[in-house]
């Protein structure tokens, strides 16, 4: 079984989950009150949009960085990935959850926050369980993280320990552990160590 | 007419259907009644989501080892795929309903679980069908099937006999119909035998 | 510019709305009604998004084979298609304005099923303007109609003409109207006549 | 890092939030008045899907062009094509906003337009960056732009200034910014001008 259809299909979930994630942005029609009021009520809503959006944005290009180093697909990749998927399409309905319970506190927005990050850190283990299968027999054919793959392992693995440590903060402060999961997703943003041997690509072989 | 668009087209269906899932899942806002008793009213939803999402992952799995077989994309075979992919659009409706229904018991939950297990059947007939043809004439060009294709056969033609027995079980008991289905899954995603010749692909070659 | 990302891009519209038809079937929740009296109340809905469906289909099937022998993509086709997409995109829309006024007859029916036609035609119109386009200079590769094109372009742009028929007969009788354009879709669908010339793709090459 | 999955992602992307535009475009069941009044009620509605679908179809155009001049897929690029598509995201629900404003006038609809203004605005910024980012180091393979980048810098980069145009006119009328938009799109769409050198590709090498 070839790459290019799991990364397909990953691809469409990706990019249909995160679209879906702006379906959760409305305002009401004309005589509910000043449309810049109900924008600033929504103002949770644009920053778990905006937050959601860029955390999806990172596991997709990790995601891409991962399968092209991977020479055989087999059976248990694919349900490794389908589990990754699993989380993946709860995001649209943990952030519209979260952004509706922020702006009201209370215990409630504990709860909230908890699954946000709890789908968060299902999605971080699925994707941890693909990079440790890909480290087994023969799986790898780039000889990506062969030796040391300790650091590499610290930054696949790494996310499920934020994951862990939000959904704790969310339980006592759901705006700090908001806060937590938004500083870190910045870091992988703004961060530059490559993840990859960066080789240029020669475009006609592609 | 080449097999990349094929797949395109189906694989497209697949991601889209199998994130529209999640849009069954939602809790209301603030001020009705506590966040966790409603994440509880709504725990058939997520078990329905659950099973739903494996059933078509399982499917999309079996889709591309399939696809991957065949040698001659004609009309037919177009049209086939179609059945199969008209089914698929159809499994967040049932998938809903099925939900809906299943906490409350009752005579509608027999009809709700009912047209669940049409429209798996109606997948797998789509599928089974595709499976078929593909055995006839040129179709194939992997001969994977060739000589002695009844294992083959039951594996992928033997999901519409699962269907078709939770479809007469729903009629007596939903809840036993249901977990039918999702041994039946777990069964699928459990299982290791290769259902195509594992071979290691030349990633320079994709 | 290459013709894979106009396929991917295509076949990604295609995807999404023939997968947004099903959003239109919905049931109440317990509480309103048995579930089948409910169903067969939809009726109308299952029999739009079935005949909906096939007419998305058969035009994703023209596509491919239209867009398989063109050789150059330059700007004008581009935006062809984008006119051919952008009635696809509407299709869900007057597919369930049309299933909404079916079973209740009256003036509103008729421009209901007027509207429903009218979006069909918009995209057969869109169609045969990409058809008519690769008759013109050398855009064409495969001299597919090259010399007797006018079988091909009477099944291409033949739609148009069909929807035009049932857009006029919807003004009259609605029902006539629905069944008119589902015979035409069956025409399509059980005809061999293949539209290209059926060479076995040789698997290595892709 | 190849090309081939950022275009899969942002075609997938595209084709999704071009598609959910229709979704806004809605009407009554029976019993809410004369469909052809409702329709026309909703006129707003078309002619907003219609400039957003041919917004979208434009930046889908450009950024073919643009990605194919790409020789180095990097970190920076992969998340300056996340802010385009931040943004293209978005746009289902500015112009459901606009829409549902534009009909009644009064502070509330130049609101709607200035937020309208302000995604295509976001979007065009985006796409900016990226072909910014293209012109430093060893981005480009294709010697495109290099030696005389202003006319497609003044191409590609001039949206940005019309969009803040807009947003400026809106707040005094937003019918003009909405006719503004509206004139610069259609001028994209008719003028003629290759961005890029218009090769005839060999189909057998695609």
Redesign the interface.
């Known amino acids: ?5 799991l ?3 990953s ?13 959760n ?3 009401e ?2 005589g509910h009150g ?3 009021h109900q ?1 600033w009520e929504h103002r949770w809503s644009f920053a778990a949009y ?1 937050l959601s ?2 955390v999806i ?1 990172i596991i ?2 990790n995601h ?2 991962l399968i ?1 180093s991977i ?6 990749l ?2 490794l990935n ?1 589990v990754l ?2 989380f993946v ?2 995001i ?2 943990s952030t ?2 979260a952004a ?2 922020l702006p ?1 506190g ?3 927005v504990k ?2 926050m908890a ?1 946000y990050s709890a789908v968060f850190l299902g999605m971080s283990i699925g994707f941890s369980s693909i990079f440790e299968w890909t480290l087994h027999g ?1 799986h790898r ?1 780039v000889p990506l993280y062969s030796e040391a793959h300790w650091p590499a392992r610290l930054r696949f693995v790494g996310g499920s320990g934020v994951y862990v440590v939000s959904f704790v903060v969310s339980l006592f402060n759901a705006t700090i552990a908001f806060i937590l999961i938004a500083l870190v997703a910045l870091y992988y ?1 703004v961060e ?1 160590t ?3 041997p ?1 080789a ?2 020669s ?1 006609p072989d ?1």
């Open positions: 079984m070839d790459r290019s259809r990364e397909a299909f691809d469409g979930v990706f990019a249909v989950a995160i679209t879906l994630l702006a379906l942005i409305t305002v029609g004309p000043r449309l810049q924008l905006l959006f860029f944005g997709w290009v891409h960085v092209k020479a055989l697909v087999d059976r248990t694919l349900f389908l998927l699993l399409v709860l649209p309905f519209a959850t509706e319970y009201v209370g215990p409630d709860v909230a699954m023969d054919t943003i530059r490559p993840a990859s960066a240029p690509e475009p592609q």
